[in-house]
């Protein structure tokens, strides 16, 4: 739920400040959200991977706040895929 509602908060967010420019920078929006997908879709695979290397120092600070270093990346990444839906649903034509 917590992953989910940073999606849509971070969605809600990204769309305010982003949506002035979609009309005027149609392709880069579309390489945008292209380039969003690709960071998405490497953090959801890389995550095993990820989770088991040592833990960096800054999660280590962060911990106080977020639980733990997987709902960090899989929020990471459930952003990154709902700029892309933005950012593609902005621009197609």
């Known amino acids: 739920a917590i992953r989910d509602g940073f999606g849509m908060i971070g969605g809600l967010f990204f769309s305010y400040k982003a949506s002035p420019h979609f009309d005027a920078h149609v392709k880069e929006f579309r390489l945008l959200a292209?380039?969003?997908n690709d960071i998405g879709l490497?953090?959801?695979l890389a995550l095993p991977i990820l989770l088991t290397l040592t833990t960096p120092s800054w999660i280590s600070v962060l911990s106080t706040y977020?639980?733990?270093p997987y709902l960090l990346l899989t929020s990471l990444s459930t952003l990154c895929k709902v700029f892309c839906g933005i950012c593609a649903g902005a621009t197609k034509g």
């Open 34 to 36: 292209d380039v969003f």
């Open 42 to 44: 490497t953090l959801d």
């Open 66 to 68: 977020i639980p733990s």
